[in-house]
């Protein structure tokens, strides 16, 4: 029996996950939505798919096994909880919350309940670039990691909705968990640089530098850039010991034309992280399907809010920040080991 899922907002992620559950992905069927516009919500959503205008009380329909939260960050606390009271698996875009308390909450909640329910989005794990990295990394062949280079440019972002915080809370969670997986390390000070400002910055602190000084003495360092123009430009690269270790640009069309030869660059992160982004609910439908979560988990919601907190305080005072992270708890010490192959629905 495939996975019944319901999906809590029908926004530009939340569509484009339906898109992925309905027409890409296999073993689910979207049978619920929620979102506050029930007609936007009725007009995307598959002919006899239940809508509710309350995501909790869509949660808790019995009809619905697991649940994917596209809602706004704010929200996502209270989803949550309901998810977990329901003993029910979530897949929660990020940000997974938007305080540290708030993340307190939903770990001790998820803890109480025994078992892990929550991936959150970090689709860049699932990218065979950033996994092909990794194995270079984890290989050892290189010796060890000595800096972590990340950058992260977009195209432009909404300047309707893209706040001046968001560069630091909203964007850089990426590259903040991306090292923490690369690296398996934790972040433990974080350091923010703002340069000369780009004209095409609306009032932005764009771009921005950041530096994440790991645990091991790793130290990372970020370029965000949120109004670039030229393309979606997602770099990194690892120096190690005895070598360097780079993704590659994606996708790697070379266009050659009487303009000369050149290299096309994604519009926008749906494009560049398409195959990730299945991906990530490729994996999540397995484990969901068992009762459970693997991937990015609640952990690792936790570590990038405390880091986007501290990077905030960092804009703020131009000192390093510390991240302050409690002791990692049991549920979250070790990756699970699935039944690759189980199908259906776990009782
Ligand atoms: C957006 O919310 C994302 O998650 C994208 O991956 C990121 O590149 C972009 O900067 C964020 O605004």
């Known amino acids: 029996m495939n996975l019944k899922v319901g999906i809590i907002g029908l926004g530009m992620m939340g569509k484009d996950h339906l898109r992925r559950l309905t027409k890409v992905l296999s073993g689910v069927d979207v049978i619920a939505?929620?979102?506050?516009?029930?007609?936007?919500a009725t007009s995307v959503a598959p002919a006899g798919t239940d809508v509710f205008s309350n995501p909790l009380a869509m949660i808790r329909s019995d009809k619905v096994h697991a649940v994917v939260i596209c809602s706004w960050g704010p929200a996502h606390e209270a989803q949550l909880m309901e998810c977990i009271a329901a003993g029910k698996p979530v897949f929660c875009e990020k940000p997974m919350v938007t305080s540290?308390?708030?993340?307190?909450?939903?770990?001790?909640?998820?803890?109480?309940f025994g078992r892990r329910l929550i991936q959150i989005g970090f689709m860049r794990r699932f990218d065979s670039d950033y996994r092909a990295l990794k194995a270079v990394i984890d290989g050892k062949s290189l010796g060890a990691p000595l800096?972590?280079?990340?950058?992260?440019?977009?195209?432009?972002?909404?300047a309707d909705l893209y706040t001046?915080?968001?560069?630091?809370?909203?964007?850089?969670?990426?590259?903040?968990?991306?090292?923490?997986?690369?690296?398996?390390?934790?972040?433990?000070?974080?350091?923010?640089?703002?340069?000369?400002?780009?004209?095409r910055?609306?009032?932005?602190?764009?771009?921005?530098?950041?530096?994440?000084?790991?645990?091991?003495?790793?130290?990372?360092?970020?370029e965000i850039s949120v109004n670039i123009s030229y393309g979606y430009d997602i770099r990194g690269e690892v120096s190690c010991e005895a070598g360097v270790a780079a993704l590659p640009n994606r996708p790697a069309t070379v266009i050659s034309d009487r303009h000369g030869i050149r290299q096309s660059i994604p519009s926008d992160f749906r494009d560049r992280f398409i195959d990730a982004y299945d991906q990530e609910l490729r994996e999540w439908i397995v484990a969901a399907s068992?009762?459970?979560?693997?991937?990015?988990?609640?952990?690792?919601?936790?570590?990038a809010t405390l880091v986007a907190d501290a990077a905030l305080r960092s804009a703020e005072t131009g000192q390093c920040e510390p991240?302050?992270?409690k002791p990692k708890p049991a549920l979250y010490a070790n990756p699970l080991h699935l039944n690759k192959n189980a199908g259906g629905v776990a009782a």
């Open 164 to 199: 001046s915080d968001m560069p630091l809370n909203d964007t850089l969670v990426h590259d903040a968990d991306i090292s923490r997986w690369l690296l398996d390390d934790e972040i433990v000070n974080v350091e923010v640089r703002i340069p000369r400002r780009s004209s």
């Open 201 to 222: 910055g609306n009032d932005l602190r764009d771009p921005t530098i950041v530096l994440l000084y790991m645990s091991s003495g790793i130290i990372v360092d970020v």
């Open 100 to 112: 540290e308390q708030a993340a307190l909450r939903v770990m001790e909640a998820e803890e109480a």
């Open 147 to 158: 800096i972590y280079r990340s950058v992260h440019r977009n195209a432009s972002v909404p």
């Open 33 to 40: 939505v929620a979102d506050i516009d029930t007609q936007r």
């Open 290 to 303: 068992q009762g459970t979560a693997t991937g990015p988990s609640a952990w690792d919601g936790y570590a």
């Open 323 to 325: 991240v302050a992270m």
